[in-house]
């Protein structure tokens, strides 16, 4: 029998629930393990980067970064896809699992870390698997007071600031609303089935929901958002793909407003920034200016997303869908 894939991820990790999610929608098998103590050992022996979520294969390779491990798995269990047929769909949602990844991320960590009641429910559920099961509830307290001085100087990694708070929490509410209404008619973003975007999306919104300030935005604001996460849980295929016609009403809002208006001006300056070797930068986004200090991983992500747009075989139909939206020019690197 051919051993299982082993996922070493965190609950608390937008990254890791997003492959396993991945893995239990393809019917892969495969073992869940929550990275602590008791399984180091063997964690370091195949990470390359203190990251999770890191998957070790049957034949003992360790792959790290969710969307890299999506694409690889994909192209090894292609059924069923998580790529609508439709060309033009794809790359929408290839787009917007990015956008999950890199600006829905800003949300999680921002709320996660920028109110006392969260950042002391987060450092507590991480501290019990930092722990281990046999801490105390004295060795607990420490390890979360470590935990929580840790990441409160980090969450300007993700441009979270005075500058930038209320920046990044009226973003939250906006895509809130904008996915709220999408899902009103249909089971998953892009028809009947989970898309590469539900997967980039949904772990930073699970996430949130785990939260208290955040979550409570959710659960009051966003009920059919709310099935949405916990549909994504245990993905499963419900119907077919929906023709983008019928997407678009809904879908373009997030297009324009959160992908067009923030994620890819954003991207875009932190990559010239990267390139110029800038301490900081900013740009403004949508009427007011966004200052941080530039992230080389994000270059790299913006420069896979633009390869992606330009290995496309044909764009009629995309394009003026990209253009309309104030996408198109981002994308070309104009």
Request: with cysteine; proline share 7%.
């Amino acid at each position: 029998m051919t051993e299982p894939y082993r996922i070493f991820g965190s609950e608390l990790s937008p990254y890791s629930i997003k492959v396993r999610a991945y893995f239990r929608y393809k019917g892969i098998p495969h073992e869940w393990l929550i990275r602590g103590p008791s399984n180091i050992a063997e964690y370091q022996k195949h990470a390359r980067l203190p990251l999770v979520p890191l998957v070790i294969t049957p034949d003992e390779q360790g792959i790290q970064d969710s969307t890299p491990i999506i694409d690889r798995i994909e192209a090894e269990f292609p059924e069923p896809s998580i790529h609508p047929a439709d060309t033009a769909s794809a790359f929408l949602s290839a787009l917007l699992e990015e956008f999950g990844d890199e600006w829905g991320n800003k949300w999680m960590f921002h709320y996660r870390w920028w109110r006392e009641a969260d950042q002391i429910s987060a450092s507590e559920r991480l501290a019990a698997d930092m722990a281990g099961p046999d801490a105390n509830a004295e060795q607990r307290e420490q390890v979360a007071a470590t935990i929580r001085e840790r990441m409160l100087p980090r969450i300007s990694f993700v441009g979270s600031s005075e500058k930038t708070q209320a920046q990044i929490e009226d973003s939250f509410c906006d895509a809130v609303a904008t996915l709220e209404s999408h899902l009103e008619a249909r089971s998953f973003l892009f028809g009947g089935r989970p898309a590469f975007a539900d997967f980039g999306l949904w772990g930073q919104l699970y996430n949130a929901l785990s939260d208290p300030t955040p979550g409570a935005i959710l659960r009051k604001r966003a009920p059919n958002l709310v099935r949405w996460i916990e549909r994504m849980l245990e993905p499963k295929a419900e119907g077919d793909w929906e023709a983008l016609d019928l997407l678009l009403p809904t879908l373009r809002p997030l297009l324009e407003t959160q992908v067009a208006g923030l994620f890819l001006p954003w991207s875009d300056a932190n990559a010239r920034a990267i390139a110029n070797g800038d301490a900081e930068f900013s740009v403004e986004l949508a009427g007011r200016t966004w200052v941080q200090g530039p992230q080389k991983y994000h270059a790299r992500s913006l420069k896979a997303l633009r390869e992606r747009y330009a290995a496309l075989p044909e764009t009629a139909r995309l394009d003026p869908i990209l253009e309309q939206t104030g996408c198109l020019g981002w994308l070309r690197g104009a």
